[in-house]
């Protein structure tokens, strides 16, 4: 049963995501927007301009990162007007999930599996071997694996110490 709904975008609404505290959540859309609303109420109390389409956006504790088009990612603190944006790969970047909230990030851009830190926006590791569009990259349960997936019909496992 639906509780709640809300015209939140204009054109499509691509990305939905929930607050590390459940309070919030941050929706991302075709009009390159991403806003942050109250869950109880469904008001939007902040918006970004992504400039851009943002497929998939998450939520920390004190971040709020979406990625998109052109295989932009960017992270906006929500204390202050810090904005980092990295450039991955131009084809696009498609997923986006927190390895630990406010700190690590995990992106699927192109035909790799990126891993970076959210303040300065710098790699940390690299996941490769795909030959075509990652579109999905998620951490194991104790973080110590990364799984990705791809057109190539192939889903790797890698070990994020040895990154092999």
Known sequence: MCIAKVAAHTGN????????????????????????????????????NFKGSPYTSIYGYHTVSACGEH?????????????????????????????IPDTTLLVSSGNKGYELDVVSGNLVHQYTGHNGAVY??????????????CTDSIVRIFDRQSQS
């Open 13 to 48: 609404a691509y990305s939905s995501f929930f607050s590390e505290d459940g309070k919030h959540i941050v929706t991302g859309g075709k009009d390159g927007l991403l806003k942050l609303w109250t869950v109880d109420s469904l008001i939007c109390v902040r918006q970004f």
């Open 136 to 149: 999905c990259i998620m951490p194991g349960l104790s973080n110590q694996r990364v799984v990705t997936s």
């Open 71 to 99: 295989g932009k990612l960017a992270t906006y603190q929500l204390t202050g007007n810090k904005v980092t944006e990295t450039i991955l790969d131009s084809a696009g970047a498609y997923f986006l999930y927190s390895v």
